[in-house]
């Protein structure tokens, strides 16, 4: 790769490899995507564990592409990060949770929506005047909205980040730590945080029954965070033996395609219209 440095600005060169071409032509056409409504929100019920009932959903992206067909939020959201975009992105998935959440909270369905947010949204200087506008302006109770943020963030900027989620907390939103187990803050480091609620990793439920180590490090994980206060959602849960795992072991809210995959909000409003009934 010697003369790597001389080819950096050539994208069209037939012979770049295929992923720096694939982000390339991702980040054009990320561009302007929030004004040709390509993207739109998929939900995913997260279920109380005791009573098998939907008590919030996460908002999960999706990107409709008319050329590209449907791109998955792994390939494009780094993307998205890397140019900057996931600023004006999170704010308009935000938004738009949260106006869905508030429809159904004027219907009396008192469920918490989930927001994943990046990283970069949150060392953005204006993350929490945003985050009170877009409370303000939905007319959402605070109560009911969560923010998923990813266990790595905990590393980097301790200072600062305490501050943010500090902020946070005065706004009366929840803090979610997403991924939990993948990263490399300690447990103890929690207490440090306003968190409320932390879900375990799907790698770690996938192996509860096949894995030593998981089973350990889930119940840990659960007794922990039972400790310090702190709700437990399982990801990625699939079967009913997870499922009896995870309850013997007092974790109180499961997610995963065992309850439902993501869907669409007609379905998702379905679900729950469906519970009521029963
Ligand atoms: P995540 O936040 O960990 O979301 C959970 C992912 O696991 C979702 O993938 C969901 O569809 C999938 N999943 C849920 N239950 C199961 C299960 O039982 N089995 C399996 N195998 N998978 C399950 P999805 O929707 O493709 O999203 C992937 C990731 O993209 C998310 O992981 C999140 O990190 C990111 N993402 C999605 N939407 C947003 C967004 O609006 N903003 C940001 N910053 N990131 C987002
Ligand atoms: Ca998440
Ligand atoms: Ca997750
Ligand atoms: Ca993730």
């Not at 204006?126 to 939905?138: D, G, H, R």
């Not at 500090?166 to 306003?194: A, P």
């Amino acid at each position: 790769a010697k003369d790597s440095g001389k080819n950096k600005f050539k994208f069209y060169c037939p012979n770049l490899n295929d992923k720096i071409q694939e982000e390339f032509i991702l980040e054009n056409n990320l561009r302007d995507v929030l004004n040709k409504d390509e993207f739109f929100l998929n939900y995913q019920p997260i279920v109380d564990i005791n009573t098998q009932k939907i008590i919030g959903m996460e908002a999960l992206l999706r990107w409709n592409h008319p050329k590209l067909g449907l791109i998955p939020p792994d390939k494009f959201i780094p993307v998205a990060e890397n140019s900057g975009f996931i600023i004006d992105i999170g704010k308009w998935v935000l938004k738009n949770a949260c106006i869905q959440a508030k429809k159904m909270h004027d219907l009396g369905i008192n469920i918490f929506i989930s927001v994943n947010i990046s990283v970069n949204q949150l060392k953005e200087e204006n993350f929490i005047e945003y985050v009170s506008k877009i409370l303000k302006e939905t007319g959402i109770n605070p109560k009911y909205v969560d923010l998923e943020i990813t266990e790595s963030i905990s590393m980097e900027n301790i200072d600062y980040i305490t501050d943010v989620l500090n902020k946070l907390k005065y706004l009366e939103v929840n803090i979610s730590m997403d991924d939990f187990g993948t990263g490399y803050s300690s447990l103890g480091q929690l207490k440090n945080f306003y968190i409320s609620k932390l879900k375990i990793d799907r790698s770690f439920i996938k192996d509860i029954y096949i894995d030593s180590n998981s089973t350990a490090i889930v119940s840990a994980i659960i007794a922990m965070a039972k400790n310090l206060n702190i709700k437990v959602v399982a990801e990625g849960v699939e079967a009913n033996q997870q499922l009896k795992f995870l309850k013997d072991n007092g974790c109180e809210m499961a997610q995963g395609y065992l309850f439902s995959p993501p869907v669409d909000l007609q379905n998702m409003e379905n679900a729950i219209k469906n519970q009521i009934k029963k």
